[in-house]
């Protein structure tokens, strides 16, 4: 509703307009289709700042990048890690082609490890 809102112009000139989570309760499909309301949104002057813990969102924008609908510079990935109770926050730059330039290691990587076992299931069984 926001992104809409701020497409149309109804939440001022330039808007920055807040979000944690919106993926919550959203099937994968429709976390894709918010990708593109959002990028249509951000046609305008609007900007977002987006807190998420969806792998699917993220490589929509990612994949956006890669289309070219979206500058790697108009987009800041930040990266909150914690240590011995400190939190950082760590950019994270997005190439050209999409891809995540300084990625830590095991994060966001079950769909990936799940994929590798499924193929790693099947060729025992063709055997």
Same mark, same amino acid.
């Given at each position: 509703?926001?992104?809409?809102?701020?497409?149309?112009?109804?939440?001022?000139?330039?808007?920055?307009?807040?979000?944690?989570?919106?993926?919550?309760?959203?099937?994968?499909?429709?976390? !894709? $289709?918010? =990708? *593109? @309301?959002?990028?249509?949104?951000? %046609?305008? /002057? +609007?900007?977002?700042?987006?807190?998420?813990?969806?792998?699917?969102?993220?490589?929509?924008?990612?994949?956006?990048?890669?289309?070219?609908? !979206? $500058?790697? =510079? *108009? @987009?800041?990935?930040?990266?909150? %890690?914690? /240590? +011995?109770?400190?939190?950082?926050?760590?950019?994270?730059?997005?190439?050209?082609?999409?891809?995540?330039?300084?990625?830590?290691?095991?994060?966001?990587?079950?769909?990936?490890?799940?994929?590798?076992?499924?193929?790693?299931?099947?060729?025992?069984?063709?055997?």
């Amino acid at each position: 509703t926001l992104a809409a809102m701020a497409r149309r112009g109804q939440l001022g000139k330039a808007p920055v307009v807040a979000i944690e989570q919106p993926e919550l309760h959203l099937h994968p499909a429709a976390e !894709l $289709a918010l =990708v *593109d @309301v959002l990028l249509e949104a951000c %046609e305008g /002057d +609007a900007r977002f700042v987006l807190e998420t813990h969806s792998e699917t969102l993220l490589l929509g924008l990612q994949l956006a990048v890669a289309q070219r609908k !979206l $500058a790697p =510079v *108009d @987009v800041s990935v930040c990266l909150v %890690e914690s /240590d +011995a109770g400190l939190s950082t926050v760590r950019e994270i730059p997005l190439r050209l082609d999409g891809s995540r330039q300084g990625w830590p290691p095991g994060v966001f990587s079950e769909h990936l490890e799940q994929a590798r076992k499924i193929l790693e299931a099947r060729e025992g069984l063709e055997r």
